[in-house]
């Protein structure tokens, strides 16, 4: 059965377009390398990544120029505030049935924040407060 649509990236399209965001344009050699020496230690076949990379540019994630040769760049098209931001709010309202209160007090309970995490999370909330509706 075929797998159904989804409107957000997959793990692994996910994992290829924080590299471009963070280091493309690139060539598929480098996202390769990028991939295996990355958090998740993903060693793909050279042709893998010519057709992920492929993918992500017919669904619009990414562009591709040829740089000489035959030799093409890829770089992200998709914005990274925008994909977060969608995928974000899937799981508050699928999981945490549209309460962002409910994942902020999960996020707090399960994971160890350090000081300027906990600091900035305390100015978003003051910030957030003073625009509340009186």
Not at 1 to 24: F, Q, V
Not at 25 to 44: D, F, I, Q, Y
Not at 96 to 109: I, K
Request: proline share 4%.
């Amino acid at each position: 059965m075929a797998r159904p649509s989804n409107s957000h990236p997959t793990e692994l399209e996910l994992e290829i377009l924080k590299i471009l965001w963070s280091e493309g344009p690139l060539p598929v050699s480098a996202v390769r390398e990028a991939l295996a020496s990355g958090p998740t230690k993903r060693r793909c076949a050279h042709t893998t990544v010519i057709t992920m990379l492929n993918i992500m540019v017919d669904k619009g994630y990414a562009k591709r120029a040829q740089q000489g040769g035959k030799i093409y760049v890829y770089d992200a098209v998709a914005k990274e505030k925008l994909i977060k931001g969608r995928m974000l709010t899937d799981l508050i309202d699928r999981v945490f049935n549209g309460s962002a209160a409910d994942l902020m007090l999960n996020v707090l309970e399960k994971r160890d924040l350090d000081e300027e995490e906990l600091r900035r999370i305390r100015q978003l909330i003051n910030i957030k407060a003073k625009e509340a509706p009186k």
